[in-house]
């Protein structure tokens, strides 16, 4: 059964800290994988990834996928109040529509 | 420029009653549509996807239903709440041809049974 497992599950840092969440999945014929922000409503696109080893850079925001080990990481350098939020990750594979997605990761960062 | 509207925001219904959410995206042809429930604390679970008018895929067996009258419309609906139905539904779009982009998800409608 595909499946994709985020963690930590919640995390609470202080302004100024360096993150990582991790994103691992089960999937067969992978194609791409996407990093939602999620605040109070509907989600926000971070990024998407089909290649393994290539960074995705947005701001203090990066991530990588590896295909050969099945995960990807999205880090934050210095955190900021406003990245807390949930974060989401999401694949999809080749001969469909749809992604499925993670149960995400709560961030709280404290000022 | 595209853009989701998804209505209403928020939503309380007795048990029992009948639902109808919509979602209409602007400024594109031909997406995909998706709807999404996030119950809380949890993931977000695909109900429902269309590729095109009145093609719908069901994700899960349920007491919903979804139909696509148009090119830019999509419709999640229920004949009879029932309390499990409550959660957070969001709807969202992509056009194949963005082939580096993901979803973009509507506002979202927050609704509680009772």
């Known amino acids: 059964e595909d499946k994709v497992v985020q963690s930590p599950l919640s995390l609470v840092v202080h302004e100024g800290d360096t993150v990582t969440l991790n994103c691992s999945y089960e999937?067969?014929?992978?194609?791409?994988l996407l990093w939602y922000k999620q605040e109070k409503k509907a989600p926000t696109f971070l990024f998407m990834l089909?290649?393994?080893?290539i960074e995705k850079k947005s701001g203090r925001l990066s991530s990588i996928l590896d295909k050969k080990e099945l995960f990807s990481i999205l880090n934050i350098t210095a955190t900021q109040t406003g990245d807390s939020a949930v974060y989401l990750c999401?694949?999809?594979?080749?001969?469909?529509?749809?992604?499925?997605f993670g149960t995400g990761t709560r961030l709280k960062v404290l000022a | 420029s595209q853009t989701i509207h998804q209505w209403p925001a928020t939503l309380v219904q007795p048990v029992g009653s009948p639902l109808s959410l919509e979602c209409t995206v602007e400024g594109t042809s031909n997406p995909n549509l998706y709807w999404y429930r996030q119950a809380a604390g949890r993931g977000l679970q695909l109900l429902f996807y269309s590729v095109g008018i009145g093609q719908i895929s069901s994700e899960v067996p349920q007491n919903l239903s979804a139909s696509r009258p148009q090119d830019r419309q999509f419709i999640l609906s229920s004949k009879k709440l029932l309390l499990s139905d409550s959660g957070f539904y969001l709807c969202a779009w992509r056009t194949p041809a963005l082939r580096n982009y993901g979803y973009t998800f509507g506002s979202g409608t927050r609704l509680t049974v009772v």
């Open positions: 999401a694949f999809t594979y080749s001969g469909t529509y749809k992604y499925i």
């Open positions: 999937v067969t014929n992978f194609r791409s």
């Open positions: 089909t290649s393994s080893g």
